[in-house]
């Protein structure tokens, strides 16, 4: 009977044992360790001057706003600025003279019609050079320069490939050569 007595006296102890090493790794160090922030002496901030500035504060008191006085809540356009301010002329400036801008987009060729598959409902347009005819789908390239971007019934629309620039391009009747 003795051995059974052991079993279980061995046993409890086991339990407790483990039961104290639960408690241990569960309880947190911070909770052990807080303090009362009311044991500290309260220090004030270390401030210069701590009068307030009231000249500063009427000086903002008197500031008014100048800028529009927009609805930033509503979704109407701002009324239109009135008084413009007078802008002061700038003497000529003698050299040359800056380019207007990019030329017109030119394209050498004539678009004089397009082609509607009936099957696949794909449009071809149908583009003259000189003597040369070329068909095109959307896609593809014209004079190796020009890609078409789209067929309209009575335009057709080019991109330069090298500078992105569009050309449309009217419907014309051939001119026989």
Avoid: C, W
């Avoid at 009231?54 to 930033?72: F, P, V």
């Avoid at 356009?77 to 380019?99: E, K, R, Y």
């Amino acid at each position: 009977m003795s051995s059974r007595r052991n079993q279980i006296i061995l046993l409890a102890t086991l339990v407790v044992a483990f039961l104290y090493i639960v408690y241990r790794s569960n309880r947190s160090p911070e909770i052990a360790s807080v303090t009362s922030s009311a044991d500290e002496k309260f220090r004030p901030i270390a401030v210069e001057n701590p009068a307030l500035r009231l000249d500063l504060l009427d000086r903002l008191k008197k500031l008014q706003y100048q800028g529009s006085h927009r609805n930033i809540f509503s979704a109407t356009a701002p009324p239109p600025i009135s008084a413009v301010p007078p802008v002061a002329v700038a003497p000529p400036v003698v050299g040359p003279t800056p380019p207007a801008g990019p030329q017109p987009l030119v394209v050498p060729a004539t678009f004089y019609g397009y082609v509607t598959d009936a099957q696949t409902g794909a449009r071809r347009a149908f583009f003259m050079e000189g003597e040369n005819v070329y068909v095109l789908a959307v896609g593809e390239v014209l004079l190796g320069r020009f890609r078409l971007v789209q067929i309209g019934n009575s335009s057709a629309e080019l991109e330069e490939i090298s500078t992105g620039r569009r050309a449309t391009l009217t419907m014309e009747e051939p001119t026989p050569s």
